[in-house]
């Protein structure tokens, strides 16, 4: 089963909804709609796998959707429908899911059928109160350790501007 939260149609539009409803799959695909935030983790704790829906824009690959970042803090694997860019780069370098073309239907059907594996076999399975296992080469990535980069970096402006 599939739930979503937050925005799946854009403002005005209902496209998404209206072929959940088209396609009989009100069972299968539950759109949960805006939630507050600690609502919203709460259900990405209680997920099996999490879905990042990048966008299609050739230079979508260019920036990380802040997201990504709580996926990682939450430590489910993810699946990532997404074009190369920064945040897939990020997901392969940690091994913290699969990450395919979301034009490709093979691609992502063969995603779904090895996380289905690994889940199935109990690899990767985590029980959704558990706290997340952040891993430690993601830390860089935990916003205490980039606050105190930046002040690093700061500081060593502020030396050089002395000087």
């Known amino acids: 089963r599939s739930r979503f939260a ?4 854009d403002p005005g539009y209902s496209g998404n909804t209206d ?13 949960l709609g805006h939630l507050p935030h600690s609502k919203a983790l709460e259900a990405l704790k209680s997920a099996d796998i999490l879905i990042l829906i990048g966008d299609t824009d050739p230079d979508s690959g ?10 990682m803090a939450i430590g489910h694997p993810i ?3 997404s074009l190369s860019g920064e945040s897939t780069q990020i997901i392969e370098k940690f091994n913290l899911g699969e990450v395919v073309d979301p034009s ?14 690994q889940w199935s076999t109990g690899n990767r399975e985590r ?3 558990e706290e997340p296992q952040v891993r430690p080469s993601t830390l860089i990535y935990e916003r205490k350790e980039q606050a105190r ?13 002395r000087r």
């Open 6 to 9: 937050g925005v799946v149609d």
């Open 19 to 31: 072929y959940v409803h088209e396609l009989g799959l009100e069972k299968q695909v539950e759109i």
């Open 62 to 71: 260019s920036y990380i959707p802040g997201k990504l970042y709580e996926y």
């Open 79 to 81: 699946l990532a429908l």
């Open 104 to 117: 490709s239907l093979e691609q992502i059907k063969s995603a779904i059928l090895k996380l289905y594996g």
């Open 127 to 129: 029980d959704g109160n």
């Open 149 to 161: 980069m930046l002040a690093a970096l700061m500081d060593e402006l502020a030396d050089d501007i």
